[in-house]
DNA sequence: CATGAATGAGCATTCATTCAT
DNA sequence: AATGAATGAATGCTCATTCAT
């Protein structure tokens, strides 16, 4: 019985941040951090404006959980299909793949995630280090996949750190050509062009 | 007289017009577009606050008259670069270079020419018409390095515009790291690192 | 039967009323009327914000409550110290002293005593016709010694209800003076000088 | 001509600032500091909102102002009138008189003095030092006229600061019962009853 | 032409109060 | 009776834009 009473409060809770959160979301997609008002969010999921800050505690916080969120739904995506990969190849098109899939079902969500990642790289207004983090455990990845392919000698030897942001950058810059300006199309061409592109760039021979 | 009396006033429209862009520019890159303020930009200006207006119809007007004559700069300068180049890796290798010395020239631009192009590609807020314009001149110049190349033979068949505009975004993004989180390190390295890795990645074997 | 469940009722609803009378006179001392939130002084009381309006129609009214109570308080001691004393000297002296050993009993609650009686006096936002009740009842007090005084002969004779309201907030100061600036001091020396003050311009000779 | 053009720009400047500072002057009265809105001052000075804040930073500064201007006004006309007084009875009597006179020609502004004094007294919410400086300079001007008195043994020894404070807190609760509730009667009378009250309370026999 | 004082729409945030459970 | 989630009115402050001088 406490159990169920627990669980009820957990659920409308539950159930209220994500109605906020996928609003949020949507607006934020949509409008920019600066553009999106709080009203237009309450709107949107259908609450009084009040309401949202019993569940965010400022509009900024609001936006990072809404990121937050999508990334780490993504980044644990990816990471188990590049477990389910057993070769370095493997990886990396599962790492390129991955992302081309989550972000084909997350479409509104790209918009959030590249227009801040790229405030971060530019180093505009955010600086919230959490952010940082975000960013280099996508890196990270990547980074690890790449520095296995050249001990095992199926990569040349490079600036790992360099080429891993590189490669990340490059992923972004194909997915915001496919997501927002691809029409629906299937993701297969794309995938398969940027993986040959990466593979020909960093390869061995 | 009467053209010596239009030159005077037009070398102080010129005069005028090119201090509040300078201005302009550099608070915008300093702030961004919602951090800057008109007060800012006419005090760095050395105009009063309404002189702006006689200039640029607005805010935003004033921010893409910035960026706009920026980007028109480096297009001239990389252009002429590419043109005393011969071969195809010339062109391409000057295409990469020219931008990475017009921004080691400017770097303060090169914040809002980032930002500004990643909101065009994200499709947030702005989508004026004149912005798609710079950004596809920028890619139609590298297209046809890349089809005089596949033309030639020295690079392998593929999809033209798409994988244009992805260099042209990973180039955007190693300067980022260059311009931004490079500490002043000589641009040699990046260029090369990233030339590399492009020339490899769209060559024909 | 019906007695004693009545009874009981009427001990928790005693009891209840009592922690939320308790917790908003420490709230409101401690923030000002302003400042202090349902949320705070429910949180004191240890029961739910709505339950705060089970008891008390409104902030407003909880607030006049808890000063209500705490002038009450202080009025029944002082009248019982009052008819201890049998000269008209020793009334004056009990309606000093009593007031400062109240307070100093009951610190917290002089900030709102002190702050809305001001208020009162400046007629600011309330003119609950309660309060001015109060406010009349203490000074009827101080009336009524002033007038035996001097149909005794002790005091000169003057504009009674004017002076008596003016020792009243005289001795209003001196408590604010006592109370949040005095450090702890012991409150003979400035009942004696304040006692000395007013007998001596009172006075018949 | 140049004097003429900061003279014009003076003078528009100084009429605002008087127009504003005399709107809030009223408005702050009225509702007191919590329950004035910009709004309603802006409304009252005949400007916009946005006008209120090229002139004062922010409310509190605002409310600040309007008092500080108060207070130096009732400061430097008291002082002209004590100057007059060459016996330290006279001294004394100005330092009332000046106080009741300035007072009955600036009603609206008392209400704003009791209650922001009241608030310093209670320590309530402000705590602004420049405050604590505007009470002192009050104190300390009678404070030099109660130990010039002793000096000269018109008065007898007593504990100066204190006493001070004593007579300072007596005459703001004898302008508050003059001003605020006394419907217009000449000042004369309280003037007399609160002088000779005083002198009685410290006078040498 | 240039100025800068004035405008007022716009927005994040707080909190007393209500009411379904 | 008690709860606490939801409400939404209220308000200080900013800043792009205008316009009288």
Redesign the interface.
């Known amino acids: 019985m406490a159990i169920a009473g627990k669980t009820k409060k957990d659920v409308l809770l539950e159930f209220r941040t994500a109605e906020i959160l996928d609003a949020a979301r949507t607006v934020f997609a949509q409008?920019?951090f600066?553009?999106a008002t709080i009203d237009a969010i309450a709107l949107a999921a259908g609450v009084a404006k009040g309401t949202v800050y019993l569940y965010f505690e400022s509009k900024r916080e609001l936006f990072l959980a809404s990121l937050r969120e999508g990334v780490l739904a993504l980044h644990a995506e990816v990471v188990a299909e590049m477990e389910a990969a057993d070769s370095c190849e493997g990886k990396l098109h599962s790492f390129i793949a991955g992302r081309f899939q989550y972000f084909s079902r997350n479409r509104e969500f790209f918009?959030i995630y590249?227009?801040e990642f790229?405030?971060l790289?530019?180093?505009?207004?955010n600086s919230q280090p959490e952010f940082q983090d975000l960013y280099e455990q996508q890196a990270k990845l990547l980074e690890s996949v790449l520095a296995d392919g050249i001990a095992q000698g199926q990569l040349r030897p490079?600036?790992v750190p360099?080429?891993a942001?590189?490669i990340y950058?490059?992923i972004?810059?194909?997915l915001?050509?496919h997501i927002?300006h691809g029409a629906g199309e299937a993701p297969e061409?794309?995938i398969a062009?940027?993986y040959?592109?990466?593979w020909?760039?960093?390869?061995s021979k």
């Open positions: 409008r920019g600066a553009g918009r590249y227009t790229s405030h790289i530019a180093g505009t207004a490079f600036d360099r080429t942001r590189m950058d490059l972004r810059a194909a915001a050509q927002l061409v794309p062009t940027l040959e592109f990466v020909k760039g960093i390869g």
